[in-house]
């Protein structure tokens, strides 16, 4: 009678957890591949579309060129458009295309951001309407939504998350070895053996390695999967989320007749208060007795995206109110940058290119793990086929 060593405590964990794990992936196996997929080729969307077509953002200064008065620029987008001016962005650098958000009437929606020249007045485009609009728009709804109607597509990406989600932490425990001195083994990836074992090696070493940024994109990308989970993850964080959005501005006083600030001062002031480089918008108030916005963040390869605040009395130019980002408790900014922890430009261009990296891993975990799966399926079932021939080469052998 053959005896079998019984199994573990930390044994019998590692089998739940694997078996965890292996059904996570092979059912949100597909789904999992393309919001990965998506997401990875979205990441530097912007930045691409700007280098495809740089007309549409940056233009050749003359010299001793002159800007035109940012209201004529309003009123020529205004012209052009047919609709109002609700946004006026001014870049920090002389040869980038000012932009103007124009929202038309009875339509809901963000608004269309016009890039028009502020030296000639040419109207030049849309942002985000020029060559690869369509392509990287295809693999936004593709990533949100998976091309289907919104109120389908979004639980599906948000359970789906939820199992990549699991299958992080549970990729976690089954990683560490059975033997705890082997843990060194699980950091390499052996690329002179055979392909089976380098995949295994890249599936376990690179889900190793992207672990807490995988676990972070999955975590904040369900506050957009589902409104429970938002109000949920606002109450653990004691902040709101996406608590910035539609925040209301405090009202001015003016005196009746009293004449708005130029644009051109309101910007002035805007940089006086805000003193750092970056890119300027203007929220225009929709009412007389709101107060002006005015929103700068600073740019760099590796710069916080947190953006300062500043209302202004657009009558008489006093501050009414200066919220600096840094200001903020922990807790806040975690809470109001959700969109930027997903997305990964948190940190700048820096952090973008370490979450391209991660999300590219994240698209290959699916399809490695199913070979690992495929292959210790094909060696069962070599198993299963070599104990039913034994004992019929050993009959033969007796006849």
């Known amino acids: 009678m053959s005896k079998h060593k019984k199994a573990s405590p930390w044994e019998k964990?590692?089998?739940?957890?694997?078996?965890?794990?292996?059904?996570?992936?092979?059912?949100?196996?597909?789904?999992?591949?393309?919001?990965?997929?998506?997401?990875?080729?979205?990441?530097?969307?912007?930045?691409?579309q700007r280098l495809l077509e740089p007309k549409?953002?940056?233009?050749?200064?003359?010299?001793?060129?002159?800007r035109l008065p940012p209201e004529q620029l309003v009123s020529l987008v205004e012209a052009h458009s047919g609709g109002t001016a609700v946004?006026?962005?001014?870049?920090?650098?002389?040869?980038?295309?000012?932009?103007?958000?124009?929202?038309?009437?009875?339509?809901?929606?963000?608004?269309?951001?016009?890039?028009?020249?502020?030296?000639?007045?040419?109207?030049?485009?849309?942002?985000?309407k020029g060559r690869g609009s369509e392509f990287f728009s295809f693999m936004f709804k593709l990533h949100r939504w998976l091309l289907m109607e919104t109120d389908m597509?979004?639980?599906?990406?948000?359970?789906?998350?939820?199992?990549?989600?699991?299958?992080?932490?549970?990729?976690?425990?089954?990683?560490?070895?059975?033997?705890?001195?082997?843990?060194?083994?699980?950091?390499?990836?052996?690329?002179?053996?055979?392909?089976?074992?380098?995949?295994?090696?890249?599936?376990?070493?690179?889900?190793?390695?992207?672990?807490?940024?995988?676990?972070?994109?999955?975590?904040?990308?369900?506050?957009?999967?589902?409104?429970?989970?938002?109000?949920?993850?606002?109450?653990?964080?004691?902040a709101k989320v996406f608590g910035n959005r539609g925040a209301k501005a405090p009202?001015?006083?003016?005196?009746?007749?009293?004449?708005?600030?130029s644009l051109q001062q309101l910007i002035q002031l805007g940089n006086q208060h805000i003193t750092y480089t970056g890119d300027l918008r203007l929220s225009f108030p929709e009412e007389p007795t709101e107060s002006l916005t005015i929103?700068?963040?600073?740019?760099?390869?590796?710069?916080?995206?947190?953006?300062?605040?500043?209302?202004?009395?657009?009558?008489?130019?006093?501050?009414?109110?200066?919220?600096?980002?840094?200001?903020?408790p922990l807790n806040v900014q975690v809470a109001q940058s959700m969109r930027s922890i997903h997305v990964g430009d948190i940190f700048g261009t820096f952090s973008k290119i370490i979450y391209f990296l991660a999300c590219l891993i994240a698209t290959s975990l699916p399809v490695t793990g199913v070979l690992i799966w495929w292959n210790k399926l094909k060696k069962k079932t070599k198993k299963r086929r070599s104990k039913k021939l034994k004992p019929t080469i050993e009959m033969a052998a007796v006849d």
């Open 13 to 48: 964990v590692r089998k739940l957890f694997n078996d965890v794990h292996l059904w996570l992936g092979l059912i949100g196996g597909i789904v999992i591949f393309l919001i990965c997929f998506s997401g990875t080729v979205y990441t530097f969307s912007s930045d691409i």
């Open 56 to 66: 549409l953002y940056t233009t050749k200064v003359a010299p001793g060129a002159q």
């Open 87 to 128: 946004t006026l962005t001014v870049p920090d650098k002389a040869n980038h295309l000012v932009s103007v958000g124009v929202k038309q009437k009875g339509k809901k929606g963000r608004p269309s951001n016009y890039q028009i020249n502020p030296y000639s007045g040419e109207i030049m485009g849309i942002s985000g």
């Open 153 to 238: 597509g979004r639980p599906i990406v948000g359970v789906a998350t939820l199992m990549f989600a699991f299958g992080c932490l549970t990729g976690l425990v089954i990683w560490f070895p059975k033997k705890i001195k082997n843990w060194r083994q699980g950091l390499k990836i052996k690329m002179s053996g055979n392909w089976k074992r380098t995949n295994h090696d890249l599936h376990n070493s690179l889900g190793l390695y992207s672990f807490l940024l995988l676990l972070i994109m999955s975590l904040s990308g369900l506050c957009w999967s589902f409104d429970w989970y938002k109000e949920g993850m606002s109450q653990v964080l004691g």
């Open 251 to 261: 009202e001015a006083s003016f005196a009746e007749g009293a004449t708005p600030l």
């Open 295 to 328: 929103t700068k963040a600073k740019k760099g390869f590796i710069t916080s995206a947190g953006s300062d605040k500043l209302y202004l009395n657009p009558y008489t130019g006093e501050v009414l109110q200066l919220e600096r980002f840094s200001d903020k």
